[in-house]
């Protein structure tokens, strides 16, 4: 995804983030200390990181989106980096260059590299200041025999530094047979984004995700995700009008229209609401009030989350 951030290195510098860890290995410290110490500067980088976005959020004004892009591209950095290290000075291993890349054309058959996916709303790219994140590991049908640990040491990592990560390893047939059978499986792949590791592989999974789950099955998918929404707001009051409105899973609230997205991207394969236009579905002014409404809601949403100082998503007096 392209971020549209300004001065994004203020934000996280990752060339200076690996020069910082490369520094600690030159000095030859034993194993253990040397990724306790790079535990410490990956804290502090997504530390920085976290305070420049609020004071642009409190100080300059920025808005919503800016801000949930600008959490997003944080935390795509801090991953990379960590996958990186992880697999050239943690469990190094012959065939890897240490920089996400497994190069030339594979076919798919990536030699064993694993590729990292961002799910859910992270996927999209927007990630509220105390939100979880979703990550998926995709292993080839022949993983390398260490891939298990660096999983285990991304997610510590990720844990140590105070982040709250939800997480699955899957292969691609795993995935499949998932999403066939569970709805909120199939709506979190639907928004998967490739964040590091073999490209080819995700590029491999999002064809055979549209082949064989989405293929046909855009009606029923358009009737369960709406009866989903019906139950949704039958359970926080169905009304527009409570008192102490919950701003994600409310009636009109962000998952209302985020449930629009995944009708619109299931039936057309949009990766932008402005595509529909194109398409003839919607008409510009219904692309400018759905992103009006998206923005004002993104906004008041971190509004809230710096105020109580966790996700907090509803509006109390």
Same mark, same amino acid.
Request: glycine share 10%; charged share 30%.
């Given at each position: 995804?392209?971020? =549209? %951030?300004?001065?994004? +290195?203020?934000?996280?510098? +990752? =060339? ?44 300059? =004004? ?8 600008s ?10 980096? %960590? ?7 943690v469990?190094?291993?012959? !065939? ?14 990536? !030699? ?16 509220w200041?105390f939100?979880?994140i ?15 640990? %660096?999983?285990?040491y ?16 899957r ?20 928004e ?6 073999? =490209? ?25 995700k ?8 039958? +359970? ?18 962000l998952?209302?229209l985020?449930?629009?997205?995944? %009708? ?5 394969r ?15 002014a ?32």
């Open positions: 995804m392209a971020y =549209r %951030i300004p001065n994004r +290195r203020a934000i996280i510098n +990752r =060339r200076d983030l690996v020069e910082e860890l490369d520094e600690q290995v030159r000095r030859g410290q034993e194993p253990l200390r040397t990724r306790s110490n790079a535990t410490q500067i990956f804290k502090a980088a997504l530390y920085r990181g976290v305070g420049e976005i609020q004071r642009r959020f409190e100080e300059e =004004r920025i808005r919503g989106p800016e801000s949930v892009q959490n997003s591209y944080l935390v795509d950095q801090l991953v990379r980096c %960590i996958y990186d290290f992880a697999v050239k000075h469990y190094p291993s012959s !065939g890897r260059d240490g920089t996400g890349e497994t190069g030339g054309d594979t076919g798919g058959d990536t !030699g064993g590299e694993m590729a990292i996916l961002a799910t859910g709303g992270y996927g999209r790219g927007e990630l200041p939100s979880d979703d990550l998926m590991f995709l292993l080839p049908p022949r993983a390398r025999a260490d891939s298990e640990k %660096i999983v285990e991304i997610l510590y990592t990720l844990w140590d530094c105070g982040l709250k990560v939800g997480h699955a390893t292969t691609i047939d795993q995935c499949v047979e998932l999403a066939k059978g569970d709805l909120t499986i199939r709506s979190s792949l639907l998967a984004r490739w964040l590091w590791g073999a =490209r080819e592989l995700y590029d491999v999974f999002d064809d055979t995700f549209w082949r064989k789950v989405v293929a046909g099955t855009g009606a029923a998918f358009v009737e369960a709406l009866a989903e929404r019906d139950a949704r707001h039958a +359970r926080m009051g169905d009304s527009r009008y409570v008192l102490e409105p919950h701003i994600k899973e409310g009636k009109g609230g998952r209302d985020q449930t629009l997205f995944w %009708i619109a991207k299931y039936l057309y949009v990766k932008d609401m402005g595509e529909l236009i194109d398409r003839g579905v919607f008409t510009s219904d692309v400018r009030h759905f992103r009006k409404s998206q923005d004002f809601l993104w906004t008041v949403r971190c509004h809230l989350h710096y105020v109580a100082g966790r996700p907090e998503e509803r509006l109390t007096f």
